[in-house]
């Protein structure tokens, strides 16, 4: 009995066993199909949005919106190209403003400069001049008062030879320069 009891057990087992094993390949088979039918719904739907965005897009008021969308995208896109291309050009035009100003301001201060420097040599020159103007002078006084002292020598020197030329000729009675002497005996 015991033996029947087991083989009863063994068979009910079994059965256990054999209802899980039919249930589980029962759900794996419902949840195959339920994953084919999502993937034929996901078909369906795609193949029907495609087939409606297509016969969208060959629709006259579709593609005429597209060629409005391309066209304002052109006119926008070319709008701020020359809007850039504008802003640019301000750019340069305002950079080359500044830095003509500066070369005009670095112009200014160099003609500044070159005046300051021209006038500077000028009065160096013009020190230089009176400097070598006033030594000429002095060197003049200098040479008159030589020549003055040397015609005051030569003068002298001629006075005195005049003196001792007329000396020697009256110590020698030339020209009647020399007093008569008169030895006369008084017999009046």
């Known amino acids: 009995m015991m033996q029947l009891v087991l083989r009863l057990s063994t068979v009910h087992q079994f059965e256990n066993s054999f209802v899980w094993i039919r249930n589980l390949l029962e759900r794996r088979q419902r949840e195959a199909e339920l994953k084919l039918l999502e993937e ?15 016969e969208s897009l060959n629709s006259e008021d579709i593609k005429l919106e597209i060629q409005r969308r391309i066209v304002e995208g052109r006119k926008k896109l070319f709008d701020d190209v ?13 950079e080359a403003r500044q830095k003509e100003e500066q070369a005009r301001r670095e112009r200014e201060e160099l003609d500044k400069m070159l005046e300051e420097n021209r006038r500077r040599v000028e009065e160096a020159q ?3 001049a009176e400097e070598q103007q006033r030594k000429e002078e002095e060197r003049y006084r200098e040479l008159e008062q030589l020549q003055r002292q040397k015609e005051e020598a030569m003068r002298r020197k001629k006075l005195e030879e005049e003196e001792e030329r007329v000396n020697q000729m009256k110590l020698l009675g030339k020209n009647k320069t020399r007093p008569k002497l008169s030895f006369g005996l008084g017999l009046k």
């Open 40 to 54: 034929e719904t996901a078909k369906r739907v795609e193949e029907a949005i495609r087939k409606k965005v297509e």
């Open 82 to 94: 020359a809007a850039q291309l504008e802003k640019e050009k301000e750019a340069a035009l305002t």
């Open 126 to 128: 013009k020190r230089e």
